[in-house]
């Protein structure tokens, strides 16, 4: 029995033994990191999303300033009827080139009569060899530029007339104009005094004695453009002329304004004969 004892405690010894050396030696786990933590810090407030269905804020209008309230329109460059358009059918007129007040661009208002052009321009009566215009503006030494358009006459013309009939002195002045018109129809106080030079322009040597006017008429306008007209003084040799004093040079207009202008220095007559459109 001892002998056995011995024995088995042989086998345990060598199993032990063979155990050891059978299984590989692999050495310790390897050093994983740890995953990342995706979750958002505790303190960080989540984006402020809307609901899908929340509608969008109430945007304050623009301020569009008060609202148009229709008026009658007048000749001015502006929209009163509140329709969208500008001086709408109107016949508008401007001067420039006046000096003093009013502006340089002022609306003018024609000459009120039903007659027109040459009817109304009446030349040789009553008053014999001058202008008989109605309303009768003309101004004893005096230079007076007129625009008329009656009802019916399509476009408006342009009067000049120097000095008043009957009174005690003629003289002599030179006039000039240039226009936006191919052409622009010229009656003259006498057959030789104006030379339409064409391309809507010309000039006039008047000489008048104390009996009579002088003067022009041009028109009437064929579309919308302007008139530039020039008045220059000039000495007057001949002494049965006499000593024509001019003290005014002025447009007048239907309304009873009067614009004061400098003879040698352009006058600018316009005129829109359809409705300007903002």
């Not at 030494?141 to 002195?169: K, M, N, S, T, W």
């Not at 010309?202 to 064929?222: E, H, K, M, N, Y």
Request: proline share 14%; hydrophobic share 35%.
């Amino acid at each position: 029995m001892r002998r056995g004892l011995v024995l088995c405690l042989l086998l345990l010894a060598a199993c032990g033994a063979r155990s050891s050396l059978d299984v590989p030696d692999l050495g310790a786990e390897p050093d994983l990191a740890p995953a990342p933590d995706l979750a958002p810090p505790a303190d960080m407030p989540a984006p402020d999303m809307p609901p899908p269905d929340m509608p969008a804020p109430d945007m304050p209008a623009p301020d569009m300033g008060p609202p148009c309230v229709p008026e009658p329109e007048t000749c001015d460059g502006r929209d009163q009827d509140c329709d969208g358009f500008v001086d709408d059918g109107l016949i508008c007129l401007s001067v420039a080139g006046v000096v003093g007040p009013p502006a340089l661009l002022d609306p003018i208002e024609p000459q009120p009569d039903t007659r027109c052009g040459s009817r109304w321009f009446g030349y040789d009566a009553p008053d014999r060899a001058s202008a008989n215009p109605l309303p009768d503006f003309r101004q004893e030494d005096a230079v007076v530029v007129a625009v008329q358009r009656g009802l019916v006459c399509g476009g408006p013309y342009v009067a000049l007339i120097a000095d008043f009939p009957e009174d005690d002195d003629g003289g002599r002045l030179g006039v000039s104009w240039t226009s936006d018109f191919d052409a622009l129809p010229v009656l003259g106080d006498e057959p030789t005094e104006c030379m339409d030079l064409g391309g809507g322009a010309g000039i006039c040597d008047f000489r008048w004695a104390s009996c009579c006017t002088d003067g022009v008429l041009l028109g009437p306008f064929p579309e919308s453009g302007c008139l530039r007209l020039t008045v220059s003084e000039r000495p007057t040799p001949d002494p049965e002329l006499g000593d024509f004093v001019v003290d005014t040079f002025v447009v007048v207009d239907g309304a009873d304004n009067a614009f004061t202008f400098t003879p040698g220095e352009p006058i600018e007559i316009c005129a829109t004969l359809e409705p300007a459109r903002d």
